[in-house]
């Protein structure tokens, strides 16, 4: 009819392709429950954890591994049978006995600075060598005598002095010469030469010599003259020793100081103060005299115990009895040939002995051997150190490889027993489960 539109639903426009689709094979998703919630998470963080662990191993058993270190597991000590050795020392002064390498033998009076005479002397002989070295039997160079040096071998008239008289300016001496007069005759002449001729004045060379006391740890000495005619150059028997230790290592020196004289270039012989050496066979080392000082002697001799061959080093001094370089002579003698009658010696490991391990620090530990029998030097009374000193320990090596050296003594000193050690079977490297669960 007129007046009304005519009108119908009209259909919907289709739907995309993909939009059907999705209403055909889309469901509603199940219910959200705590299982299912663990089990997603279980499958987004297993393979991150896995990936993880991999690179975690990777990373450990790529990792440098630790430096292996020696361990001992043997006594770090051994101990002498008998009670404390009492040596027979003398009634005035001081004195202190080392056997080198092994310890301090013994002592008596108070260890404070005195004068000490010409035994100051080993220290100007002690630097001279070391810094113009030489070997046993070698002359060395040619110091040329100075005028100072001739006038002042006149002092042994008029200044009461100890000189080596038969020099002349313009002559020379080597140095093993000039070396012998030093520590022989006691020629403070010489003495003072050598030091003018090693660092250019006396004052210079004064300065090494305290320099050197201070490295060797001689905390009580002063040096304020190579000669020690000066009663301002005082030590200690402690501290002398201490020096003495030094000196016996140098062959050229002991091949001097043994001596029982000297002949010098002009023909003249010259006994040896120091009376050991050819009364009991001593290595030296020196004498010394004054008014001030009274009689001092630093002294060494060797003995063989049980196949080793050790040290024995001493000094008395302030010995005031005359005549005062008889005395004390004649006191050293009696205390060191008690000394080194009291020396004995023990067989304190078999060669295949374990004395220790190697330690991967990664808990593996492989046994350390001795490569010989292991002989201890003593006396009664006397407790020995035994140490390790390792080489540069492999991470694996065959058995009977090195790994390192057992001392037996002092390791500092020239006279301890070293011994080495090795492998008692093959070293590995720490497996992969150590390296995986190591920390460090």
Known sequence: RPGFERTTQQPLPPKPPLDLLAELTNTPPPPETPLRTTMRRVKIWTPLVLLLLVVFAVVQALRPLPAPALALTAKDTYAFDGGTLSLPWPDEGQGWMDVQGVGSMGRFGDQKPVAIGSVAKTMTSYIILRDHPLKVGQEGPKIQIDPQAEKEGGYDKTGDESTLNTVKAGQTLTEKQALSAVMIPSANNIA????????????????????????????????????????????????????????????????????????????????????LPYRMGAIGIKTGSTTAAGGNLLFAARKKAGGETVTVVGAILGQRKNPILTTVNQVSKTALEAAKEALTSAKILKKGDVVGYVDDKLGGHTPVVVTEDVTAVGWAGSRVKLSFAADQVPHSAKAGTKVGTLTVGEGGAGGAIKVPVALRQDLGEPDFLAKLTRIS
């Open 192 to 275: 003072r030469l050598l030091a003018r001729w090693d660092a250019g004045s006396e004052a210079a060379f004064v300065k090494k010599m305290n320099d050197t006391a201070k490295e060797l740890g001689m905390t009580n000495t002063t040096y304020t003259d190579p000669s020690g005619l000066k009663e301002t150059t005082v030590s200690t028997a402690e501290d002398q020793v201490k020096l003495g230790n030094q000196v016996v290592q140098n062959p050229a020196l002991v091949a001097i100081t043994s001596a029982a004289s000297w002949t010098d270039p002009s023909g003249k012989n010259w006994p040896n103060w120091n009376e």
